[in-house]
């Protein structure tokens, strides 16, 4: 049975940082995409960050140059480094992988999710 676990999540205030860990278990996911999707109260589950089994990635314009993903295979993990956090980055943070090693942005297309972490921003 695949099960995904995220932690890292939590409150902060705006300006600072945290980083999303997301483990892997009953599979392994060397050679397939990751993915970071987010959903604030109210809104649709939105694509955050994704990264090739060659560790190529990809975010949205949103997050780009304030979040980090990365992978690591040994451990069968995945990351995500947020710094300079804003107040609407705030939203429940799911990590997903797909059977296929292709990296997409439509949430639809990925076939294992975690449970999701809590992230909130304060200003």
């Known amino acids: 049975q695949v099960q995904l676990v995220e932690s890292g999540g939590g409150l902060v205030q705006a300006g600072g940082s945290l980083r999303l860990s997301c483990a892997a278990s009953?599979?392994?996911?060397?050679?397939?995409?990751w993915g970071w999707f987010r959903q604030a109260p109210g809104k649709e589950r939105e694509f955050v960050s994704a990264?090739?089994?060659?560790?190529?990635?990809f975010y949205a314009d949103s997050v780009k140059g304030r979040f980090s993903i990365s992978r690591d295979n040994d451990k069968n993990r995945l990351y995500l480094q947020m710094n300079s956090l804003k107040p609407e980055d705030t939203a429940v943070y799911y990590c997903?992988?797909?059977?296929?090693?292709?990296?997409?942005?439509?949430?639809?297309?990925?076939?294992?999710w975690g449970q999701g972490t809590q992230v909130t921003v304060s200003s």
């Open positions: 009953g599979r392994t996911f060397n050679s397939n995409a």
């Open positions: 997903a992988a797909r059977k296929s090693m292709a990296v997409v942005r439509d949430d639809r297309d990925y076939d294992f």
């Open positions: 990264i090739t089994w060659r560790s190529a990635t």
